[in-house]
């Protein structure tokens, strides 16, 4: 009998965003156990408007526990923010935003990029050298492509360009759908953290992850 080929491409992993926080202390409390229930390759930390002292005092008191746990921390926003409070990228949203950060980060920080609304954008941001390109999260208006919209995206991206792809996903069957399309990454966040279990809402969606990889053509 033959062996089975190796997967074309790595197994995706989650990527954990916070829920918006001015609470560092709880939410550092309750990131070690969150990280130890799946395969989490980074978290986003989503930041309460303040002033950059206090904002800066909130990515310090968080960066060090996902890093103990394995993950790398990137900050919403706030680029100027990640070198001094030790975080290890930030997540820029939209071309302006990356056209001016993306430089002043790398190659020492990670520097994702979302907010790309059409196809252009989305290889305009690729050919910049953005670390990953993020697809599907809301818009300002709260509104966000269907699933399967999202899915033709990734399975696009997938297909002809090297850098990362990470598909924002709602639900677990989500995960299981953006996973399959050939995500790298699934961004999740809200459904988890609203979730009765958190822990065990990540460890289902972690769940998810490897059945929709199993699932994907490109094996």
């Not at 941001?125 to 699933?147: K, M, N, Q």
């Not at 696009?156 to 792809?165: I, Q, R």
């Amino acid at each position: 009998m033959n062996a089975k080929p190796a997967p074309s491409r790595p197994a995706p992993r989650l990527y954990l965003a916070t829920p918006v926080t001015a609470d560092p202390a709880a939410l550092a409390a309750a990131l070690p156990k969150l990280l130890a229930a799946a395969d989490i390759a980074a978290v986003l930390l989503r930041l309460e408007s303040s002033d950059p002292r206090t904002l800066t005092s909130r990515i310090k008191a968080v960066a060090p526990v996902v890093q103990a746990g394995g993950a790398a921390l990137l900050v919403d926003g706030h680029a100027d923010l990640v070198a001094r409070g030790g975080a290890d990228g930030a997540h820029l949203s939209g071309i302006k935003a990356m056209q001016e950060w993306l430089p002043q980060l790398q190659p020492s920080r990670i520097a994702g990029v979302g907010g790309l609304e059409t196809r252009h954008d989305s290889m305009i941001a690729g050919e910049a050298g953005a670390d990953y390109v993020l697809f599907g999260e809301p818009g300002a208006d709260g509104t966000r492509p269907s699933p399967e919209a999202i899915a033709e995206r990734l399975d696009w991206w997938a297909e002809l360009f090297e850098p990362p792809c990470v598909g924002y996903a709602t639900s677990c069957e989500e995960v299981h759908q953006f996973a399959t399309a050939g995500a790298d990454f699934v961004l999740v966040g809200d459904f988890i953290w609203g979730a009765d279990d958190p822990t065990a809402a990540l460890a289902d969606a972690g769940e998810a992850l490897r059945q929709g990889f199993a699932a994907a053509p490109r094996q």
